[in-house]
């Protein structure tokens, strides 16, 4: 493939990523409870599967956005009471960040309608395909990690 065609599909292909990406938050800002935001579900979902507590900068670097946006959204979350915060014993400038039991029931409440909202989608588009673009989105995603 000439470097001209290699550029345009490059172009293409981010150009879909992207406006699926666009849409994606639309139509899950649009579903999730009144007052989670999409970032607050990854948050808790991410708390959620890891079973761990995380540190703000930890979630920062997740999340690849800055310790600032991040401590402002553990504070959002600890206020609705998804997260529970707790200083560092060994060092107190450090704050640890856990999920919360009503937090666990937010994370799963907004799971089921995410997953309400594009199984429909998904039945449309064909399990098979999207079982095989699973694996090409996922090494365009961690190629991306790699290049941070």
């Not at 915060?85 to 995410?114: H, L, N, T, Y």
Request: proline fraction near 3%.
């Amino acid at each position: 493939m000439n470097d001209n065609a290699q550029d345009n599909l490059s172009v293409a292909l981010f150009s879909e990523i992207f406006m699926a990406d666009q849409m994606a938050r639309v139509k899950l800002a649009r579903v999730l409870p009144k007052g989670m935001e999409l970032s607050h579900f990854s948050v808790l979902n991410h708390l959620s599967k890891s079973r761990e507590e995380k540190t703000p900068g930890q979630l920062a670097r997740v999340f690849h956005v800055t310790r600032g946006a991040m401590t402002n959204t553990v504070n959002k979350l600890a206020w609705a009471g998804y997260v529970h915060i707790r200083p560092d014993w060994d060092d107190a400038r450090r704050k640890f960040v856990a999920i919360s039991p009503a937090g666990r029931r937010a994370c799963d409440e907004a799971f089921q309608v995410i997953a309400d909202a594009v199984s429909g989608m998904v039945e449309d588009i064909g399990s098979d395909k999207v079982r095989a673009a699973l694996p090409v989105l996922r090494a365009i995603r961690l190629r991306l990690d790699e290049e941070d």
